[in-house]
């Protein structure tokens, strides 16, 4: 079903690379010299919530941020490689609701300068070299369609160790924040959860760490497929994570929701994260378990 | 006849039916008279030739069946489950209950039987044909531990040896408290990548609907199929038009079904799906019995070609099958 570097592209949005649609604005936190917490409603000088890695300095509220800035938060300053950006979106089904899946691409791909929802590589955190990968909520709600998936999965087997090559193989990182699979590649974005939670058997197998680091927020195939299945899950304070979405719940059980459900601290209590990690102590806490991974 | 739960779009059979049925009371009523024969006898052929026109135009209604109206005909409630089939095709069934943690879901039947001359271990969600049923099943929503209890009796299978039988039945993996508290995602995830290295053939079959990652948590098989008028995909007509159309209605779910692309014919097409099986004329509905013998014709042969594989060529083809999987653009690297 891949389609090569030589196949027709005429289906497809104009190609794009990195510097020709780079210089969007972060479309995470709005402009502004200041701007309002959504969580304690303080206003807040913008340098000083990205100089506090857009963590709300009055309330600790951790904003939503990019992938870009997200590997700036976690990589040893000028070590991230990144690695699969040769892979661009398809629209396999020619999909269109009130809007084509073309028209959709092209604009995320200009609002937010990526190529899709999702950026990999290695780099070196706190002098431990790791394969980085990081989901982007700012592109199409970080969905998962074909390359997100691709992407996760060349990233797992770039990583996982192969002993017959003396391979030792790199410690696995994903940093989720999703709204699910990708409606308008339907089927092949359902496919994305078995392939990439197969790649994960594998590294497994092969005796391989994955830490999946869940952001807010988290939810439905992206969470039912590999963020679920860390050897160590890490979670942000009070990130929404879920299978389905608060609203379909509501709607299924028609009642109120308890207050704090789904949050980091219920998924906790609940036992179904290891950590919750504050955003500024992520970097130590990822060095301190490849540490103790002995990986 | 005409008395079962009507699909608007059969509604032109509704009038010959009633005609059929006029007919037939009337040659109930006047065969025994014999001064009447010759009557009665071109009153067998008048049916005979309206049953034919009948058959005729129930074959047109359905091999143009929109994806909307496929996911309606999957969705008929006299659409055979999971635990007619068990019935129909299966002999010997030990149901194995319970996930030995939590309880025991009845949304998702599992246990050993016969199909044919094989053993399998079968797992199969069951929507539920009682209004009793049907709620203590959730309508085929199945629960954490629903998809554990499921993955627990896989790995018994795989110790046994057996082939593993899934069928697929659901509009979608239970969305509620207890579910989400139970760590639904997490029980759905586990299925697949532990699905994906189980060394015993396994086959699936999605039955009626294919909803999500509900679906997908008892589908990583060595081969894949869908019955001709089930559906399968990454989320219902409804759940998507309400999401990209804003709003849930007869033709917003019209779109969004054709844009899904989740009939069997489109899934076969993009790969997703190895093979259709047909349904008895009309829907699987109209003759269980036809139905469930194609579905187990097809079970028994796939098993047997499976069988020749050692476990690994069947593990290392599995993870091919699904990592063919998706469908971008590639540049070569600069
Ligand atoms: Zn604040």
Request: glycine share 8%; aromatic share 6%.
């Amino acid at each position: 079903m891949t389609k090569t570097a030589s196949s027709p592209r005429s289906n497809a949005p104009a190609p794009r690379t990195w510097s020709e649609v780079r210089p969007a604005r972060r479309a995470s936190i709005p402009e502004g010299l200041w701007l309002r917490c959504p969580s304690c409603a303080k206003m807040v000088y913008r340098r000083h919530l990205e100089a506090n890695l857009n963590v709300c300095p009055e309330c600790t509220h951790h904003f939503r941020i990019g992938a870009t800035e997200r590997v700036l938060q976690l990589a040893d300053p000028e070590t991230f490689q990144e690695m699969f950006t040769n892979l661009q979106p398809a629209d396999p089904l020619k999909f269109k609701d009130l809007k084509t899946y073309r028209e959709r691409l092209v604009a995320e791909q200009v609002k937010t300068g990526q190529i899709d929802a999702i950026r990999a590589g290695k780099c070196f955190i706190k002098g431990r070299e790791a394969m980085l990968v990081c989901l982007d909520l700012t592109f199409m709600m970080g969905s998962m369609g074909s390359v997100v998936g691709e992407t996760i999965t060349r990233a797992i087997e770039a990583a996982t160790p192969n002993k017959a090559k003396g391979y030792a193989g790199l410690p696995v990182i994903i940093v989720s924040c999703s709204g699910g699979a990708r409606m308008q590649e339907a089927g092949l974005s359902l496919m994305q959860m078995a392939k990439t939670s197969a790649a994960l058997a594998r590294l497994d197998d092969a005796g391989g760490l994955f830490v999946s680091v869940l952001t807010d927020p988290t939810t439905g195939g992206v969470t039912a497929s590999f963020a679920m299945l860390g050897d160590v899950i890490l979670a942000e304070p009070r990130a929404l994570i879920g299978f389905a979405g608060p609203r379909v719940i509501q709607q299924t059980i028609r009642q109120e929701l308890p207050e704090g459900f789904q949050r980091s601290e219920f998924l906790l209590k609940a036992g179904l994260v290891d950590r919750v990690v504050p955003r500024a102590n992520m970097r130590t806490e990822l060095a301190r378990l490849i540490d103790y991974s002995g990986r | 006849m005409a008395t079962y739960y009507q699909l608007d779009f059969e509604k032109p059979l509704v009038q010959l039916d009633q005609k059929i049925d006029d007919i037939e009371s009337r040659i109930r009523v006047e065969e025994p008279d014999p001064a009447l024969a010759t009557g009665v006898e071109s009153l067998r052929s008048q049916a005979q030739s309206l049953k034919t026109e009948r058959a005729g135009m129930l074959s047109d209604i359905y091999s143009k069946l929109t994806a909307w109206q496929t996911v309606r005909v999957a969705r008929h409630p006299l659409r055979p489950q999971t635990r007619d089939y068990i019935e129909l095709m299966t002999r010997d069934f030990a149901e194995m209950h319970g996930d030995r943690r939590f309880g025991d879901d009845p949304a998702l039947v599992t246990g050993m039987c016969r199909i044919g001359p094989i053993k399998v271990m079968l797992v199969g969600h069951q929507k539920g044909r009682e209004t009793s049923e049907k709620i203590a099943c959730h309508f085929g929503c199945a629960h954490p531990e629903g998809y554990r209890k499921a993955l627990l009796k896989m790995q018994l299978a795989e110790k046994f040896g057996l082939p593993i039988v899934t069928l697929v039945d659901t509009p979608g993996a239970y969305p509620g408290l207890g579910a989400e508290q139970r760590g639904q995602a997490e029980a759905i995830a586990v299925n697949l990548r532990e699905m994906s290295r189980l060394r015993v053939p396994i086959v699936s079959i999605v039955i009626g609907e294919g909803g999500s990652g509900g679906a997908l948590g008892i589908a990583v098989a060595d081969r894949v199929a869908m019955l001709q008028h089930a559906w399968y995909s990454v989320i219902s007509p409804e759940g998507c038009a309400a999401i990209l159309w804003k709003e849930a209605n007869e033709q917003t779910n019209t779109a969004a079904a054709k844009s899904l692309k989740l009939t069997a014919a489109d899934n076969l097409e993009l790969g997703i799906v190895d093979d259709v099986i047909p349904e008895a004329l009309g829907g699987a509905h109209r003759d269980p019995k036809a139905t469930a013998n194609s579905l187990s014709d097809w079970i028994v042969r796939t098993l047997q070609e499976l069988k020749k594989q050692s476990p690994e060529d069947l593990v290392n083809a599995r993870y091919e099958r699904f990592r063919r999987m998706g469908q971008f653009l590639e540049q070569a690297p600069a």
